[in-house]
């Protein structure tokens, strides 16, 4: 089975699913597999006879565990998938998986700073060393363009128009958008250029953002660069990097913007995945009812 699991991270590459996508399935299909092997006489899982009943038994054994539903949702979503590439490609006459049904959960509000955190946020970095003007630059590009934190690491110098105010973001499935970029993080941006040097890149190296190594950032480096910040203005534990592109949206869609142009702005490709922010908007909204109508607490 794992030759296959990998003729399908294969395909999943070839249509250009992110890295993270392709490693999300690898794991929940080898979890599987982990699974199905006592079924096995000699462990060699073989997918032409796993059955609808041993994955719905590798769906039970999951049902107990912490956050049960949208864990089951995601591994039945990849079951479902490599199965159906298996069919597809006639390497199997049935599809154990085509019946399995995903389990509906509801997903979790996000964290996000108000518009004051932010504003406090963004005064924490000290600008008068090279690594403070870098973490106010990455800070002050993710809250104006509403950026990922890996679509932040992998900005390249010729992807910024610091003349148009301009930004083009590389985002997931290698999906390329076009993004304004405001005054403040235009000048933490064009502060940090200046500096750039002193973290002596190679003079090949053309990611935007360095490392004290002058070595281009991943996802786990700036994030440890960034959370010392966060954690100084977070109200209660969750709060990311992550957060800050959550807050990016909220206060666009609380100061009036159009839901689709949101949807744009982060990249989303359904406009289902942009509308959780007007359940975090509502939710505001009855807060402040609850604390200023005379009538809602009785």
């Given at each position: 089975?794992?030759?296959?699991?990998?003729?399908?991270?294969?395909?999943?590459?070839?249509?250009?699913?992110?890295?993270?996508?392709?490693?999300?399935?690898?794991?929940?299909?080898?979890?599987?597999?982990?699974?199905?092997?006592?079924?096995?006489?000699?462990?060699?899982?073989?997918?032409?006879?796993?059955?609808?009943?041993?994955?719905?038994?590798?769906?039970?054994?999951?049902?107990?565990?912490?956050?049960?539903?949208?864990?089951?949702?995601?591994?039945?979503?990849?079951?479902?998938?490599?199965?159906?590439?298996l069919q597809q490609r006639k390497l199997?006459?049935?599809?154990?998986?085509?019946?399995?049904?995903?389990?509906?959960?509801?997903?979790?509000?996000?964290?996000?700073?108000?518009?004051?955190?932010?504003?406090?946020?963004?005064?924490?970095?000290?600008?008068?060393?090279?690594?403070?003007?870098?973490?106010?630059?990455?800070?002050?590009?993710?809250?104006?363009?509403?950026?990922?934190?890996?679509?932040?690491?992998?900005?390249?110098?010729?992807?910024?128009?610091?003349?148009?105010?301009?930004?083009?973001?590389?985002?997931?499935?290698?999906?390329?958008?076009?993004?304004?970029?405001?005054?403040?993080?235009?000048?933490?941006?064009?502060?940090?250029?200046?500096?750039?040097?002193?973290?002596?890149?190679?003079?090949?190296?053309?990611?935007?953002?360095?490392?004290?190594?002058?070595?281009?950032?991943?996802?786990?480096?700036?994030?440890?660069?960034?959370?010392?910040?966060?954690?100084?203005?977070?109200?209660?534990?969750?709060?990311?990097?992550?957060?800050?592109?959550?807050?990016?949206?909220?206060?666009?869609?609380?100061?009036?913007?159009?839901?689709?142009?949101?949807?744009?702005?982060?990249?989303?490709?359904?406009?289902?995945?942009?509308?959780?922010?007007?359940?975090?908007?509502?939710?505001?909204?009855?807060?402040?009812?609850?604390?200023?109508?005379?009538?809602?607490?009785?």
């Open positions: 089975m794992q030759d296959l699991i990998d003729r399908f991270a294969e395909q999943l590459r070839l249509e250009n699913k992110s890295v993270n996508t392709i490693n999300g399935y690898r794991l929940d299909l080898e979890q599987l597999q982990t699974f199905l092997q006592p079924f096995f006489p000699d462990g060699e899982v073989k997918a032409e006879q796993i059955t609808t009943l041993m994955l719905r038994d590798f769906l039970r054994e999951l049902h107990a565990k912490p956050d049960k539903n949208r864990s089951l949702a995601r591994k039945t979503a990849s079951i479902k998938a490599f199965f159906r590439f199997l006459t049935k599809n154990p998986a085509e019946k399995l049904e995903t389990p509906k959960y509801e997903k979790p509000l996000p964290h996000f700073f108000s518009k004051e955190e932010m504003k406090q946020l963004l005064k924490i970095p000290e600008t008068d060393n090279k690594y403070g003007v870098r973490n106010l630059a990455i800070l002050e590009l993710i809250y104006s363009s509403g950026l990922r934190i890996t679509e932040a690491c992998n900005i390249l110098l010729r992807d910024l128009d610091l003349k148009n105010g301009l930004l083009l973001v590389r985002g997931k499935g290698r999906k390329e958008r076009i993004v304004p970029v405001g005054r403040p993080a235009l000048k933490a941006v064009q502060n940090y250029l200046a500096i750039r040097p002193a973290f002596k890149p190679e003079a090949e190296e053309q990611h935007l953002f360095l490392t004290r190594n002058g070595k281009p950032f991943d996802n786990h480096q700036m994030e440890h660069a960034l959370q010392p910040y966060l954690n100084l203005i977070a109200r209660q534990k969750g709060y990311t990097p992550h957060s800050i592109r959550h807050s990016f949206a909220t206060h666009l869609l609380q100061n009036g913007a159009d839901l689709r142009a949101i949807q744009q702005l982060l990249g989303h490709t359904n406009l289902s995945t942009t509308e959780i922010y007007t359940h975090v908007t509502l939710e505001d909204i009855k807060e402040a009812y609850k604390k200023a109508h005379p009538r809602a607490k009785n």
